[in-house]
């Protein structure tokens, strides 16, 4: 397929289907084991597509699309432990096994390795005393902030890739192991900032599957040919990583009816010996600088993201879940429900508010009140909350009197 082609959405579903029925005949089954090999595709769309099969399919087996089995792998691990997801970074972590194989790839007791986006192999390496040396760069303040606790000697950065590195980390590694967001602008800045890192050294960068998007099968081309350019070699590992769940994608794929479903989503790791010369050819087209600077407010371990350059109104309520019930269809940026979000959480919500300041006030309050186990009704007296808006901040903070 080439790079210009982007499927339209009925010829992308029939892809899905097609790779689903080919799964099918294989003999599997499982939901879990059908979403796996589905190249990416969403669950709620797999099974979208195996509900319209119905006739297709017997009962009996249907029920046995969601049995769990139990895997000890996949255990959580390490200091990213607790931290619910951040919807606004796009943070899908690793399981324990995905992190075990990029260890196995190699000795890296010689390399000094700079972890671009990737807290959760870094958090692993760490652990493990790995490399000759250790930098995280992410953006993420609370992990960052955390394994800043966990990890005192490394030298761990918050940083935003679209600005420039900081001077003396350029050209300081022999190693990048990086994980952008699943968007083609994301690896064009991604992939130079990895070069400006550790030119002449080894890239290891995920690469999507091909059916994750209508696009995905050109953009994959795309990036590989753009790490192929100045690289001396690359190899693919297909199907070489593996992620956890997000806390806001569990809730927003319970929410589609899939549930029990432990991970799914797995990706090709790209590894390149880089050439010594600079990036050739700046990027295209850079992803926005400016969708607006996300605040974080955190309640117990709920995360809540506010983003004053979205607030489009003023009038009306003060939240008005984008989707439904509040809980968004799905993680991608590609989701028509998310173009006038300006609240975010880790449990999968989306919300438009009307005004984000008096919003993060009375989140700040709670906050403040609940750590200091006082009575909640203490923070929404003074507030003048409208009663709809009140129900549904109850909700997303799991209080009585919620929606
Ligand atoms: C897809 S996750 C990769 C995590 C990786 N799979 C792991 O397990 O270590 C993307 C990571 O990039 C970080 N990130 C997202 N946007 C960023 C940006 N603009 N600058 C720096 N880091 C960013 C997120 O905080 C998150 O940790």
Redo the contacts with the bound molecule.
């Keep these: 397929m080439s790079e210009n082609i982007q499927l339209s959405d009925r010829a992308y579903v029939s892809h899905v289907e097609a790779c689903l029925r080919a799964n099918l005949n294989k003999g599997l089954w499982q939901l879990r084991d059908l979403v796996r090999n589905c190249q990416g595709a969403y669950p709620s769309l797999v099974l979208d597509i195996l509900n319209r099969m119905g006739s297709e399919l017997l009962r009996s087996e249907v029920e046995a699309w969601s049995r769990r089995v139990a895997d000890p792998s996949l255990d959580s691990f390490g200091a990213l432990d607790g931290i619910e997801g ?1 919807p606004v ?6 399981t324990a096994r ?2 075990r194989r990029i260890e196995r790839l190699w000795d890296w007791s010689t390399h000094r390795i700079a ?9 692993w390496f760490s652990s493990s005393n790995l490399g000759a040396s250790r930098v995280l ?4 303040a609370l ?1 960052t902030q955390k394994l800043k606790e966990a990890h005192g000697g490394d030298l761990i950065v918050n ?4 600005d420039e590195l900081p001077h003396n980390l350029v050209r300081q590694f022999t190693c990048v192991v990086c ?4 968007y083609l602008d ?1 690896y064009h800045l991604w992939i130079r900032r990895s070069r400006e890192l550790a030119a002449g050294g080894v890239l290891c960068i ?1 690469v999507y599957p091909a059916l994750v998007k209508p696009a995905a099968a050109g953009e994959r081309q795309s990036i590989l040919r753009e790490i192929a350019q100045d690289s001396v070699s690359l190899t693919l590992l297909s199907e070489f ?1 593996e ?1 956890e769940i997000p806390s806001f994608e569990l809730a927003q794929l319970a929410e589609a009816g899939v549930t029990d479903l432990d991970w799914w989503k797995v990706a090709d790791l790209a590894i390149a010996q880089l050439t010594k010369s600079p990036p050739a050819i700046a990027p295209t087209r850079q ?1 926005k600088k400016k969708d607006g600077t996300w605040h974080e407010v955190d309640i117990g371990s709920l995360r809540i993201f506010i983003n004053a350059a979205i607030q489009e109104r003023r009038d009306g309520p003060l939240l008005i879940p984008a989707h439904d019930t509040g809980i968004l269809p799905s993680p991608s940026r590609r989701e028509p429900a998310l173009q006038h979000v300006n609240v975010m959480t880790s449990r999968g919500h989306g919300f438009i508010c009307g005004d984000v300041t008096k919003l993060r006030l009375i989140l700040e309050t709670f906050s403040e009140v609940l750590a200091a186990n006082r009575d909640p009704n203490l923070a929404i007296g003074p507030m003048n909350i409208d009663p709809e808006s009140l129900k549904t901040l109850l909700s997303v903070l799991r209080l009585p009197g919620g929606s």
Excluded: E
């Excluded at 760069?137 to 993420?140: C, I, N, P």
């Design positions: 951040n970074l796009s943070s899908w972590y690793f995905a992190c972890f671009l986006g990737t807290p959760r192999v870094y958090d760069l992410d953006l993420d992990v940083y935003d890739v679209k994980d952008p967001p699943w994301d995920t990583l992620y992803p």
